[in-house]
């Protein structure tokens, strides 16, 4: 046993180490990483998490991993991996594998903070259901401080009628910024980081509207809501809302210069006032949805089976199957938003595999945190996974290498996960029934 411990590492330390990065004086020590029900061993590299299982696969494909192994740290590689084993009851158990996982290694989340915020709407409408609010109740946004616009009508609903549920879809669907802009208003910037703090993910901060640039100020105040009956009567309303809470002091940046105001400024980007939240937090996020009772009841979102139903739909519905919204196929392929396995791909896809997923791109960081099933092979695991994209270091240039680095990269993992996964021998095989949805809508 001895023998094969020193084995692992030596391999760890030939693939990983090179004459720029590796130090002789560099320690690495083992750590056993605990799941809810599994166990699974990695070594910290660097102060990543890495195992030997990513170690294993990605060594045998290097025309795919070669140069992201090289790049981990400068890219900022990381992924999880979930693999699901169920047992004679089809309860799922599970097995984490972690690729150079480091939450204190600082990038920007982009729209992956949609998932937790589309969460929370969800469980602030049943918090407030004595009022009688539902997802389909009409919902009116106000202006009442700098920087804040308003919104009485939603050309994107059959009947022009703004709602919390709306929004909730376009966020799935095709990432909409708008509509996430709108429950961060209706949920505001304390409810959204104390209800994640609860849950344990203490360093997420989300702090900012997206798509438009305001200041700490405005984004710490929220608009005006109120929810109208089907005779436009106000029975709920909340008012201008200000957070005064003071979150931890970060120091995060990007990049080796930036461009401000049209100006090229040879200094990081300062990243501290942006959103922040972790692979591993948003990886647990997803799961939580996915299978609720597999997650600690504390880190629950506090929502219906109704709602856990409505938010996986959204997330595995391919845009050309809504109808409000419509959405073309020339803009919005079946494989929009669906980064992992499916990368930039343009024609339609097989109706078997649906991806329950939130992915995100901005700044150059490319993002993805998904379920992926496969009906036909009875095939299902999680595989979460971000990359910095920005190879020369220039924040908004607009120079970002998604087509020939992130896409192909994200393409290639979900690839070979998916291949692995089709091997892979189980004592039993999954009934996925309760995943297969009717996409009417």
């Given at each position: 046993?001895?023998?094969?411990?020193?084995l692992?590492?030596?391999?760890?330390?030939?693939?990983?180490?090179?004459?720029?990065?590796?130090?002789?004086?560099?320690?690495?020590?083992?750590?056993?990483?605990?799941?809810?029900?599994?166990?699974?061993?990695?070594?910290?590299?660097?102060?990543?998490?890495?195992?030997?299982?990513?170690?294993?696969?990605?060594?045998?494909?290097?025309?795919?991993?070669?140069?992201?192994?090289?790049?981990?740290k400068?890219?900022?590689?990381?992924?999880?991996?979930?693999?699901?084993?169920?047992?004679?009851?089809?309860?799922?158990?599970?097995?984490?594998?972690?690729?150079?996982?480091?939450?204190?290694?600082?990038?920007?989340?982009?729209?992956?903070?949609?998932?937790?915020?589309?969460?929370?709407?969800?469980?602030?409408?049943?918090?407030?259901?004595?009022?009688?609010?539902?997802?389909?109740?009409?919902?009116?946004?106000?202006?009442?401080?700098?920087?804040?616009?308003?919104?009485?009508?939603?050309?994107?609903?059959?009947?022009?009628?703004?709602?919390?549920?709306?929004?909730?879809?376009?966020?799935?669907?095709?990432?909409?910024?708008?509509?996430?802009?709108?429950?961060?208003?209706?949920l505001?910037?304390?409810?959204?980081?104390?209800?994640?703090?609860?849950?344990?993910?203490?360093?997420?901060?989300?702090?900012?509207?997206?798509?438009?640039?305001?200041?700490?100020?405005?984004?710490?105040h929220?608009?005006?809501?109120?929810?109208l009956?089907?005779?436009?009567?106000?029975?709920?309303?909340?008012?201008?809302?200000?957070?005064?809470?003071?979150?931890?002091?970060?120091?995060?940046?990007?990049?080796?210069?930036?461009?401000?105001?049209?100006?090229?400024?040879?200094?990081?980007?300062?990243?501290?006032?942006?959103?922040?939240?972790?692979?591993?937090?948003?990886?647990?996020?997803?799961?939580?949805?996915?299978f609720?009772?597999?997650?600690?009841?504390a880190?629950r979102?506090?929502?219906?089976?109704?709602?856990y139903?409505?938010?996986?739909?959204?997330?595995?519905?391919?845009?050309?199957?809504?109808?409000?919204?419509?959405?073309?196929?020339a803009?919005?392929?079946?494989?929009?938003?669906?980064?992992?396995?499916?990368?930039?791909?343009?024609?339609?896809?097989?109706?078997?595999?649906?991806?329950?997923?939130?992915?995100?791109?901005?700044?150059?960081?490319?993002?993805?945190?998904?379920?992926?099933?496969?009906?036909?092979?009875?095939?299902e695991?999680?595989?979460?996974?971000?990359?910095?994209?920005?190879?020369?270091?220039?924040?908004?240039?607009?120079?970002?290498?998604?087509d020939?680095?992130?896409?192909?990269?994200?393409?290639?993992?979900?690839?070979?996960?998916?291949?692995?996964?089709?091997?892979?021998?189980?004592?039993?095989?999954?009934?996925?029934?309760?995943?297969?949805?009717?996409?009417?809508?």
């Open positions: 046993m001895k023998l094969k411990r020193l692992l590492v030596c391999t760890l330390i030939v693939l990983f180490a090179d004459c720029n990065t590796f130090k002789k004086s560099q320690v690495i020590v083992p750590q056993i990483v605990k799941d809810t029900m599994a166990v699974t061993k990695s070594v910290i590299i660097d102060n990543a998490k890495t195992d030997s299982f990513f170690i294993n696969l990605l060594q045998q494909y290097p025309q795919y991993f070669a140069e992201i192994i090289a790049n981990r400068a890219w900022n590689v990381q992924v999880i991996y979930t693999e699901i084993n169920r047992d004679e009851n089809n309860v799922p158990h599970f097995v984490n594998h972690y690729f150079n996982v480091d939450s204190s290694a600082y990038f920007y989340p982009a729209s992956t903070v949609k998932l937790p915020t589309a969460l929370l709407a969800l469980q602030r409408l049943h918090e407030l259901k004595d009022t009688g609010i539902k997802r389909s109740t009409t919902m009116i946004t106000e202006a009442a401080y700098s920087g804040q616009t308003e919104t009485y009508n939603d050309p994107q609903t059959e009947d022009g009628r703004p709602t919390i549920e709306s929004y909730i879809k376009r966020i799935f669907l095709v990432s909409d910024n708008e509509a996430f802009n709108r429950l961060y208003e209706f505001g910037q304390k409810y959204i980081n104390d209800e994640l703090h609860k849950r344990g993910f203490n360093d997420a901060q989300i702090l900012h509207r997206l798509d438009i640039f305001l200041s700490e100020d405005e984004n710490r929220t608009n005006p809501v109120k929810f009956d089907s005779n436009n009567n106000v029975f709920y309303s909340q008012p201008l809302v200000f957070n005064e809470d003071k979150y931890a002091e970060r120091h995060d940046s990007l990049g080796e210069a930036h461009f401000s105001g049209g100006e090229l400024l040879h200094s990081p980007m300062n990243f501290s006032k942006k959103n922040r939240i972790s692979l591993e937090d948003l990886h647990q996020i997803m799961r939580s949805v996915i609720p009772e597999s997650v600690p009841a880190q979102f506090n929502i219906t089976d109704s709602d139903f409505f938010a996986r739909k959204y997330m595995s519905q391919f845009p050309g199957e809504s109808n409000f919204p419509a959405y073309d196929s803009n919005y392929p079946d494989a929009y938003g669906k980064f992992l396995l499916y990368g930039s791909r343009k024609e339609p896809l097989p109706k078997d595999i649906r991806i329950f997923n939130k992915e995100g791109d901005a700044y150059g960081e490319l993002l993805d945190i998904a379920y992926i099933v496969d009906f036909d092979k009875n095939i695991f999680f595989l979460s996974a971000a990359i910095n994209c920005n190879t020369n270091g220039i924040i908004n240039d607009d120079n970002y290498a998604y020939t680095l992130g896409f192909p990269f994200m393409k290639n993992l979900g690839e070979v996960i998916y291949k692995y996964e089709s091997k892979r021998k189980k004592q039993y095989e999954p009934n996925l029934s309760s995943f297969k949805i009717i996409y009417n809508k």
